[in-house]
């Protein structure tokens, strides 16, 4: 049974950093594609970056771009994402999710990804 364990996520003030984590198990981690994700209240659910299994491949949503990372361990079985420079705007409920094909090229809709974390809340103040 795939798992997956978000933590890292909190309250900080607009220009700081966070860097959630995303423990997973009941797979072979490098068999994956990973997606970091976000849901605002009231707002449909976004693809934030993915790396992809197949190449070592990431890809970011425009609005992160040049402040987000997308990383992994393999040997921790673990994934992460680096956030930096943080915005108001970037306030949300983050998950991760994996999927054998959610990251070829670009990130593919939250709709097709197979399994996810229960979430991390990140709360940027101004």
């Known amino acids: 049974e795939v798992q997956l364990v978000e933590s890292g996520g909190g309250l900080v003030q607009a220009g700081g950093s966070l860097r959630l984590s995303c423990a997973a198990s009941?797979?072979?981690?490098?068999?994956?594609?990973i997606g970091w994700f976000r849901q605002a209240p009231g707002k449909e659910r976004e693809g934030v970056a993915c790396?992809?299994?197949?190449?070592?491949?990431?890809y970011y949503v425009d609005s992160v771009k040049g402040r987000f990372t997308i990383s992994s361990d393999n040997a921790k079985n673990t994934a992460y994402l680096q956030m930096n420079s943080l915005k108001p705007e970037d306030t949300a409920v983050y998950y991760c999710?994996?999927?054998?094909?959610?990251?070829?090229?670009?990130?593919?809709?939250?709709?097709?990804?197979?399994?996810w974390g229960q979430g991390t809340q990140v709360t940027v103040s101004s």
């Open positions: 999710a994996v999927d054998y094909l959610g990251c070829r090229g670009n990130i593919v809709s939250y709709l097709y990804w197979e399994d």
């Open positions: 009941g797979f072979t981690f490098n068999d994956l594609d």
């Open positions: 790396i992809s299994s197949s190449d070592g491949s990431s």
